[in-house]
């Protein structure tokens, strides 16, 4: 007897909670076929042209992944690994395992947005169609008090009007039963790169358990985020990689600190979580609306060093951690080691590397999509743009004041 059968194309949505797209392939096919595909460049051991990413998030991209195929493995299936361009491997999939329709959640980078555009165009001509979702992010468009079009390019009037007008929907569940399309050969994974420090371990438990570890009222890191104030401390709740891989959904973390709450006031670590994401949703409605161009053509007019010698040294002092700057070279240090920076040290280090070295801050956005282990397109090109010229908030005062950051850290200026 014929079925039915979608393929599940995963990319940054590494997840069965709150997974829109994956219920909606159940519940419409009667099997579905998970797949998800290593760009061939994508080696395990080195940064490479195509995958542009350092060795500590490649292991975190690499365990996120294999978690989510156990998970599928505990429903009786398994998720589909393989190397290669999309349009070319999806087409071929579709054609081998007579698959009716595709689903994907939609993404705003370039390179992604290509990808999709590729795989779709190559789908039409097999008269197969390529369904969108949007999984990212708090609010969907069309929850929005606006279209894309019309949403303000200030962050604040972004918040205001969305914070009143919107809601925010809750989470769907883990499906309880899949039904999978017959593989005789389900892939292999790439090689898990060694990382020069231990590292947070990839997966949607292991960010459900971070997230939940946050909110215990009887958790250390609990306590310490009582004791902080927001933009006041080095402390990170670690919870940014889970979101940028798709290990946790934002709405889970959203509704998982309401029902802590209770009703109550947050704390202002809290607050800034939350704030942080419905940032997210900005800079990538941000990027879906206008494209990288909204924030490089505002900063044409930035200076930077002018002698090519200089620049190059100075530069790789500040991606090594040599400048001479004791708590710049630390947090530089660091993010190289394990790939993790907090958002107040991401602040201090920019802010050193546009306003004292006078360096292209595209230059820190290119090191930090490398490094990163949090690494999300819209956010990290909406953070350097806003820390170079204030392109989120004009009217804030946003030349940043390395002295001021370090105040704000309760640390002393070491130069």
Known sequence: MDTRKILVWFRNDLRLHDNEML???????????PVYIFDPDFSGTEVSDGNHAGPCRQRFLLESVQ???ESFQRFQGDLLIVSGQPEICIPELVEQYDIAEVYHHREVSNKETADSSSVEDHLWKLKVNLRHFIGHTLYNKEDLPFPIKDIPDVFGQFKKKTERDAMVKECLAVPEKISFVEVESWGEMPAIPECPEEIIHGGEAAGIMKLEEMLRADSPVHAKIN?????????STHLSPYLATGCLSPRKVYWAIKNTLEGKAATPVLSAILQGLLLRDFFRFMLKKHGVNFYTEKLEHLQAESDPQVYVQLLENWKTGKTGHVIVDGFMRNLNKSGQISNAGRILVATYLVHVLKISWIEGVLYFEQKLLDYSPASNWGNWANIASGAVEPKAKNLYDLDKQLKMLNLEAQV
């Open 227 to 235: 004791r902080s104030q927001a933009g006041k401390s080095d402390f």
């Open 23 to 33: 219920v909606e392939a159940i519940a419409k096919s009667d099997r579905i076929l």
């Open 67 to 69: 978690a989510l195929r």
